[in-house]
Nanobody, 113 residues
Framework: QVQLVESGGGLVQNGGSLRLSCAGSGIDFSPFAMGWYRQCPGKQRELVATITSGGSTTYADSVKGRFAISRDNAKKTLYLQMNSLKPGDTAVYFC???????WGRGTQVTVSS
């Protein structure tokens, strides 16, 4: 059974940092692209960042230069380093992998102004 478990969220002040982790199990994730998405109340889930099996990354314009996605295939773990956080980054953050049908429960990130 494929499982994804996000962790590392919390309450942080404007300008602060957090590092999210996504621990996977039940499958070898190394051949797949992986990514982070986020969802605010009343809004659709949006892409934050992706990373291919080869390590190429893409970012939403809103987080470029502040967030960094990385992966450790041996540990089956996906990371998201978030710096210079803003109140607009407040959301539940989810991880997934291509073809984006398996999702964790998410981790709440709240940035206070």
């Amino acid at each position: 059974q494929v499982q994804l478990v996000e962790s590392g969220g919390g309450l942080v002040q404007n300008g602060g940092s957090l590092r999210l982790s996504c621990a996977g199990s039940g499958i070898d994730f190394s051949p797949f692209a992986m990514g982070w998405y986020r969802q605010c109340p009343g809004k659709q889930r949006e892409l934050v960042a992706t990373i291919t099996s080869g390590g190429s990354t893409t970012y939403a314009d809103s987080v470029k230069g502040r967030f960094a996605i990385s992966r450790d295939n041996a540990k089956k773990t996906l990371y998201l380093q978030m710096n210079s956080l803003k109140p607009g980054d407040t959301a539940v953050y989810f991880c997934s992998f291509s073809p984006w049908v398996n999702w964790g429960r998410g981790t709440q990130v709240t940035v206070s102004s």
